[in-house]
């Protein structure tokens, strides 16, 4: 399946928000409010088996009509929650066509930090896997279509490949997910992303110290000392989880080295002027050998932007690649 419906020149940016910068900023400058309504929430709590008795939380959304669709799941990155504009957007786009949302926290982000020892990373598929393993039939009983946002996006993709293809999932599409870890890194670091890479350090600290993350007091001052976030993950994100540090953790969990092995239609959208993942590993990628995977590549959009006149261009194009599914 290569057609997602559209082709990326139909990619044009609400005015005046020009560029990848205004791209990835506008829902956070304009503080839009995308409450989604209380009505038919349920909160899911999802135990881990891995013997660390950390479990996840994550929040169902229920249509007003059931129209027998297959459940959308939502996975957030880095920095990121179940609250993030890019989520709760995603979620009312889904529930006003007639899908159940599921808005996943992955492990101690968000309201799953409470019940949470541990933390997420960019490859700890074995968390989606739980969760997936752990759905209700009644909410199943459709398939699934996972949509991985950044860094979720690198952790989905992992996923589809180790697995070759899951029975559950229909089809599935990522959004400025990052395929080269390192690379990815190294561009936040730049000093023209200084206020992002300065978000992302601050939001993190704070997350992996705050109440029910189990630490030892060499982990705490690791975190809190780390001027970068290779250091962050050099220093704890590498050990606590077993690699020798930054450079093999990245090498060992970056989506790129997964893709050959997906059998599950997948759509890939990335913003060629994204700030802060590059583009140049889907740009130098040989797609024609991969037909199971759909790249979207405009050259705007921005990291989990896509604004454009009609609403958010990214989710019109996902609906479009999971219609029939």
């Not at 101690?108 to 896997?129: E, K, M």
């Not at 959004?175 to 300065?198: E, I, K, Q, T």
Request: proline content about 7%; glycine content about 8%; hydrophobic content about 40%.
């Amino acid at each position: 399946m290569r057609s997602a419906g559209s082709k990326p020149s139909d990619f044009n940016p609400r005015l005046p928000w020009w560029g990848g910068d205004l791209q990835t900023i506008r829902n956070y400058a304009l503080n839009i409010d995308h409450a989604l309504p209380r009505r038919a929430v349920q909160q899911l709590i999802v135990p881990l088996e891995d013997g660390s008795g950390d479990r996840l939380v994550a929040s169902l959304h229920l249509p007003e009509e059931d129209r027998d669709r297959p459940l959308i799941v939502l996975i957030h990155g880095i920095a990121g929650n179940e609250s993030s504009c890019y989520m709760v957007v995603a979620a009312a786009y889904f529930l006003a066509r007639g899908h159940a949302v599921l808005k996943v926290n992955q492990r101690g982000a968000g309201p799953s930090r409470p019940y949470c020892r541990g933390h997420y990373h960019a490859g700890l598929t074995a968390d989606f896997a739980a969760v997936l393993d752990q759905l209700e039939p009644r909410l199943t009983r459709n398939g699934v279509l996972p949509i991985g946002f950044s860094l979720g996006g690198n952790l989905l993709l992992k996923f589809l490949g180790e697995t070759g293809r899951d029975n559950l999932v229909r089809r599935a599409a990522t959004v400025s997910a990052p395929l080269d870890l390192a690379r990815s890194c190294r561009s936040l670091m730049r000093w023209r992303n200084y206020l992002y890479h300065r978000y992302i350090m601050a939001h993190l600290k704070r997350n992996c110290t705050a109440p029910g993350a189990e630490l030892s007091e060499a982990e705490r001052k690791a975190i809190l000392a780390a001027p970068t976030l290779w250091q962050f993950d050099d220093t704890f994100t590498a050990p606590r989880h077993g690699y020798a540090g930054a450079e093999d953790f990245y090498e060992r969990n970056s989506s790129q080295h997964f893709l050959g092995r997906i059998n599950t239609d997948t759509l890939l959208i990335h913003a060629q002027d994204d700030p802060f993942v590059p583009a140049t590993p889907y740009l130098e990628r040989r797609w024609s050998s991969e037909p199971k995977l759909t790249p979207l590549l405009p050259k705007s959009g921005g990291h989990l932007g896509f604004h454009d006149p009609l609403g958010v261009w990214h989710l019109r194009q996902i609906e479009l690649f999971f219609q029939d599914a």
